[in-house]
């Protein structure tokens, strides 16, 4: 019995170029909504991080009545115990403080426990807000007091370390900071984490989180629709 030919016709070679533009279509038309939910994705997890690092300063404040932070030890080792991170009392997660903008590559490292543990953000590096008293700042709602600290270049990139190998280490290291555009270690921004780099997330004095416009995020000057604009980074 001969075979039904319809079942024997081929493929033709511009129906498997058609069918490939298709697909090739259909793909150019869902990756550029695959990558806006993966970058939101990552924002509020920015957002969720700086959250968790203001409740536990805030914890931290209600313990030494209201002073922001020892200047003998870095801010990062008094939220966060290298020795023992699971009884930490306000921290216990070292990956709070990377963000998932940041790309960790060699020596920067992802893992506890390592002298180039990787940190994606940094407290307001204004001259003497370590060691501050909260008390002092005029304008809680506008002071930024911890944001991602990014570094020179034109992509979204990140430089900061901390030593994590024990406790004094990460007393020792260097604070992580941000001011305006400026981090330390890093350099100069060119841009925000975010919406093809046109904004930034950001955590104010009141403890409340806000994804800014990066021309808000580094402006220092008052400004007739931002007369705030030099409490941002001064309290």
Known sequence: MARNSHFMRAFTLIEVIVVLAIIVIMMAMVYPAYTTISERAKATKDMSNLRQIGITTQTYLNDSDGVLFSTTGSWMSQLYNADNSANSKYL???NVFLSPFDRPISPRSTSTKNANSALSYGINGTSGVVGMSTSRISKPTVFIMFAPT???GSRVDFQGVANTTNQSALAASSNVTVLAAASAPGGTAEGG???????INALFADWHVEAMPWTTFTRTGATTD???APLRWNP
């Open 193 to 199: 984490t975010h919406n093809s780099r046109t904004r």
């Open 226 to 228: 931002d007369p705030d």
């Open 150 to 152: 990014q570094k020179s």
């Open 92 to 94: 216990s997660a070292w």
